[in-house]
């Protein structure tokens, strides 16, 4: 398993240069699986035939963002309205039309606006199944996306797609506000659209999922925490770690969460970038803050590539079993 998935990781730079700006070469033959960073904790995992989103928020409107971060200045070029709790959420139906062009399944990990705001309109322009909790789920409803769409977790299943499979795993909520932050509040049954911010903004619990696809086992989080007993053991060759500034509340995060799942061949830093500020503006500080992530995991796990994305560029990952 080991061998074979660092064999695919030395595709990896390979493939990159031979495929980034290129359209993802047909599946079918080659089970290429081609990631793509979508912003925020949003992500495309797409074999060419098979669509599969996490948390895709591809809106990026000027609302609220956690405590901790540094605060995005608005340029005199940004013309996005500011958003308070109590405003009604409006996703960009352009940004999702020109970024999200189809979907089979969309995973949603928790009911924060950053991770939910664009999924009922996605579901109902693509008719992908939504992978989430309850909470999450009667979001959708509340945005009348049909029933048959809906499938709704708690953590344990571990269902079977046919082109993949997927774990889904118990997990925790990035712990913001220096480790204040909680929640235990569900976004209700019987919840009409249009919600405000707050109303998409309940957690409602939170999952991370193992999705084996091609040979590969690709663990996505969607924020800075995990239980280390849900993952010990797993052993993906993609990981998707949540690496902005809140990690560092946690004992050894990534110390532990590297030793848990056997030194990883490749980790994709998530959720580290300003959500706040337009795709166009200056990740810099982001940018900057991101190095102490990648020192972290040097340390713990040297033979681990990390690669930093950039929105929508693909990183295809080397075919399984070469
Ligand atoms: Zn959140």
Same mark, same amino acid.
């Given at each position: 398993m080991r061998k074979s998935a660092l064999a695919s990781l030395a595709l990896v730079a390979t493939v990159i240069c031979a495929y980034a700006?290129?359209?993802?070469?047909?599946?079918?033959?080659?089970g290429q699986v081609i990631l793509r960073w979508l912003g925020t904790a949003g992500w495309e995992i797409s074999d060419g035939t098979t669509v599969i989103l996490i948390?895709?928020?591809?809106?990026?409107?000027?609302g609220p963002q956690p405590p901790g971060r540094t605060p995005y200045t608005q340029t005199p070029e940004d013309k996005r309205p500011l958003y308070g709790w109590d405003d009604v959420a409006r996703p960009d139906p352009a940004a999702i039309d020109t970024h999200v062009k189809r979907a089979d399944f969309v995973l949603v990990t928790h009911t924060h606006y950053d991770h939910v705001l664009d999924v009922p309109q996605i579901a109902l322009k693509t008719h992908a199944a939504v992978v989430g909790t309850e909470s999450t789920e009667n979001v959708l409803r509340a945005y009348k996306v049909?029933?048959?769409q809906l499938i709704t977790v708690r953590g344990g299943e571990d269902y079977e797609f046919g082109s993949f499979s997927l774990k889904v795993i118990p997990s925790l909520h990035s712990p913001l506000d220096h480790k204040h932050y909680f929640s235990s509040e569900t976004a209700p049954e019987g919840m009409k659209a249009p919600l405000t911010l707050r109303q998409m903004h309940p957690e409602g619990g939170t999952l991370a999922f193992l999705i084996r696809f091609h040979g590969h086992q690709i663990l996505a989080f969607g924020?800075?925490?995990?239980i280390e007993r849900e993952i010990v053991g797993l052993e993906p060759d993609v990981v998707l770690v949540g690496a902005a #500034? +809140?990690?560092?509340?946690?004992?050894d995060y990534s110390g532990r969460l590297m030793r848990s799942l056997h030194f990883p061949a490749l980790v994709l830093p998530t959720?580290?970038?300003?959500?706040?500020?337009?795709?166009? #503006? +200056?990740?810099q500080p982001s940018i900057d803050a991101l190095q102490s992530f990648l020192e972290e995991i040097k340390a713990v796990s040297p033979k681990t590539t990390v690669i930093i994305p950039k929105y929508f560029e693909a990183i295809p990952l080397g075919t399984a079993g070469q």
């Open positions: 700006g290129q359209k993802p070469p047909s599946s079918e033959k080659t948390d895709p928020y591809v809106s990026r409107i000027f049909p029933e048959e924020g800075m925490n995990y #500034a +809140s990690r560092k509340e946690i004992h959720h580290w970038d300003n959500f706040t500020a337009p795709f166009g #503006a +200056s990740q």
